[in-house]
């Protein structure tokens, strides 16, 4: 069974750090996009960062670019997703997804197949 874990959330004051990560039993990240969404209490779940299979390349929200980095570590078969100086508005549930698109990774959804339970996010004073 092809399965999706997320860890390290939690509660952070504003302008602090957390880092997630995204573990699969079953399969290899490797060989899969893998993208972090963000749902927010009464809001649409919306994408914050992906990257691609075998080249790495990352692709950020406008609100997340140089706060955010996702990142690779093949040998531990692991994604992660590095915030730093976050903010209130960044609260949510996080989950990590897992899709295969020709054209490189993808803030929405589809193409992705495989998805986390989430880690909770919460950003406050």
């Known amino acids: 069974q092809r399965q999706l874990v997320e860890s390290g959330g939690g509660l952070v004051q504003p302008g602090g750090s957390l880092r997630l990560s995204c573990a699969a039993s079953?399969?290899?990240?490797?060989?899969?996009?893998i993208g972090w969404f963000r749902q927010a209490p009464g809001k649409e779940r919306e994408g914050v960062a992906c990257?691609?299979?075998?080249?790495?390349?990352?692709n950020y929200a406008a609100s997340e670019e140089g706060r955010f980095t996702i990142s690779r570590d093949s040998a531990k078969d692991t994604v992660y997703l590095q915030m730093n100086s976050l903010k209130p508005e960044d609260t949510g549930n996080y989950f990590c997804?897992?899709?295969?698109?020709?054209?490189?990774?993808?803030?929405?959804?589809?193409?992705?197949?495989?998805w986390g339970q989430g880690t909770q996010v919460t950003v406050s004073s």
């Open positions: 079953g399969f290899t990240l490797d060989y899969y996009d």
């Open positions: 990257i691609s299979n075998f080249h790495g390349r990352t």
């Open positions: 997804a897992a899709g295969q698109s020709p054209m490189g990774c993808k803030l929405s959804d589809p193409p992705y197949n495989y």
